[in-house]
């Protein structure tokens, strides 16, 4: 009979799961859609949280919940104290994984006989 391997506990702080932040805003007494409402927005503005990064929408979701957004999307957030003791959480702002606009070949192509082309008229 073979040993299961046991899973190594992470380190780092997991975000949490689309439907735990639901289940908390139900609770709470708001959902998605009557949080929009309330702040004016779209009726489907707030669902963007769980997709995307977007560091006002993530503000009001926790303020409804009463806690932090750095609590619920730590990897989002670079998060540390100043010298009072004070915890700051700061956004990350680039998306992990996806490429900046002159990082294709195709544009690093397009930069190269730009530059040619520069140098030729000069």
């Given at each position: 009979?073979?040993?299961?391997?046991?899973?190594?506990?992470?380190?780092?702080?997991?975000?949490?799961?689309?439907?735990?932040?639901?289940?908390?805003?139900?609770?709470?007494?708001?959902?998605?859609?009557?949080?929009?409402?309330?702040?004016g927005l779209a009726a489907t503005s707030l669902n963007n949280v769980?997709?995307?990064?977007?560091?006002?929408?993530?503000?009001?979701?926790?303020?409804?919940?009463?806690?932090?957004?750095?609590?619920?999307?730590?990897?989002?957030?670079?998060?540390?104290a100043d010298a009072d003791g004070t915890v700051i959480g700061v956004?990350?702002?680039?998306?992990?994984?996806?490429?900046?606009?002159?990082?294709?070949?195709?544009?690093?192509?397009?930069?190269?006989?730009?530059?040619?082309?520069?140098?030729?008229?000069?």
């Amino acid at each position: 009979m073979k040993a299961k391997k046991q899973k190594k506990a992470s380190l780092v702080a997991q975000d949490w799961h689309p439907a735990d932040i639901v289940a908390a805003l139900r609770k709470a007494g708001w959902s998605f859609r009557r949080l929009s409402a309330h702040y004016g927005l779209a009726a489907t503005s707030l669902n963007n949280v769980n997709k995307i990064p977007w560091p006002k929408g993530e503000k009001r979701v926790a303020e409804a919940l009463g806690i932090q957004p750095w609590d619920i999307w730590p990897s989002r957030y670079a998060v540390s104290a100043d010298a009072d003791g004070t915890v700051i959480g700061v956004p990350n702002r680039g998306r992990p994984g996806r490429k900046k606009a002159n990082d294709t070949a195709s544009a690093k192509k397009r930069n190269a006989k730009a530059r040619s082309n520069d140098r030729a008229l000069v």
